[in-house]
Nanobody
Framework: EVQLVESGGGLVQPGGSLRLACAAS????????MSWVRQAPGKGPEWVSGINGGGGSTLYADSAKGRFTISRDNTKNTLYLEMNSLKPEDTAVYYC?????????????????????WGQGTQVTVSS
């Protein structure tokens, strides 16, 4: 049974930092592409960042580029998202997600309806 559990969210002031984690189990984490997706209040899901199974290839939404860093520790079956210079518009529930086959193509990575497995999400609130 696939399980994804996010943690690390919280309340932070604009300009602050948070590191999110996603603990994975029930699948071969080290060969699965992974993504972070967020959903702000009243809005649809937005792809934030993706990483391949080995961790050598990363991609970011324009909104995250230069501020966020995605990484993974396959020995711990854990995905991370380091978020710096946070803005109020980053406020959202953040989810880790993947597909049933573990492949997330460049063409499909922003199409959040293509993801099969999701965590429960962790709330990030950026406010003064």
């Amino acid at each position: 049974e696939v399980q994804l559990v996010e943690s690390g969210g919280g309340l932070v002031q604009p300009g602050g930092s948070l590191r999110l984690a996603c603990a994975a189990s029930g699948f071969t984490f080290g060969i699965y592409d992974m993504s972070w997706v967020r959903q702000a209040p009243g809005k649809g899901p937005e792809w934030v960042s993706g990483i391949n199974g080995g961790g050598g290839s990363t991609l970011y939404a324009d909104s995250a580029k230069g501020r966020f860093t995605i990484s993974r520790d396959n020995t711990k079956n854990t995905l991370y998202l380091e978020m710096n210079s946070l803005k109020p518009e980053d406020t959202a529930v953040y989810y880790c997600a993947t597909t049933k086959h573990g492949v997330i193509t460049i063409a499909d990575m922003t199409r959040t309806e293509e993801y099969d497995y999701w965590g429960q999400g962790t709330q990030v609130t950026v406010s003064s």
